[in-house]
């Protein structure tokens, strides 16, 4: 079979993607940093941002997956809605709403050290090195 050199680096760009997202059974939980954030924008899911509420960014979860987020800090908990795509910053997991990160007592500092765990099974969260 003999393919343009266009397809045969389509087929490889996919056959390289597969293998990067299947290195291995899906994880259950996920670590790292999380910030927060608030505006009053739409969301990647059409939504209007509602800094209150119990709303979260994730980059590859998708919308409407309910994710328990604990502060491995304090070992306080919530419960948030994915309904944006984010976080933008390197080497951050998760960006959650205000409310949330009230919840989760870390508005002052702006940022906390998170395990990520989906309660809802409508996704898996990459895995994360928690300790």
Same mark, same amino acid.
């Given at each position: 079979?003999?393919?343009?050199?266009?397809?045969?680096?389509?087929?490889?760009? !996919?056959?390289?993607?597969?293998?990067?997202?299947?290195? +291995?059974?899906?994880?259950?939980?996920?670590? =790292?940093?999380?910030?927060?954030?608030?505006?009053?924008?739409?969301?990647?899911?059409?939504?209007?941002?509602?800094?209150?509420?119990?709303?979260?960014?994730?980059?590859?979860?998708?919308? %409407?997956?309910?994710?328990?987020?604990?502060?491995?800090?304090? +070992?306080?908990? !919530?419960? !948030?809605?994915?309904?944006?795509? +984010?976080?933008?910053?390197?080497?951050?997991?998760?960006?959650?709403?205000?409310?949330?990160?009230?919840?989760?007592?870390?508005? =002052?500092?702006?940022?906390?050290?998170?395990?990520?765990?989906?309660?809802?099974?409508? =996704?898996?969260?990459?895995? %994360?090195?928690?300790?």
């Amino acid at each position: 079979m003999h393919l343009k050199t266009s397809a045969r680096r389509a087929f490889f760009t !996919v056959a390289v993607m597969t293998a990067f997202f299947h290195q +291995g059974a899906p994880a259950s939980a996920q670590c =790292g940093k999380a910030s927060w954030y608030a505006s009053h924008s739409r969301t990647a899911s059409g939504e209007r941002m509602a800094p209150d509420q119990r709303t979260a960014a994730h980059r590859t979860l998708p919308f %409407g997956t309910l994710v328990k987020v604990e502060n491995l800090n304090n +070992g306080r908990s !919530v419960v !948030v809605r994915i309904n944006d795509r +984010g976080p933008f910053i390197r080497n951050r997991v998760i960006d959650v709403s205000r409310g949330a990160a009230r919840d989760l007592g870390f508005i =002052g500092a702006g940022t906390a050290r998170v395990r990520l765990s989906v309660v809802n099974g409508q =996704g898996t969260v990459p895995a %994360g090195a928690c300790g």
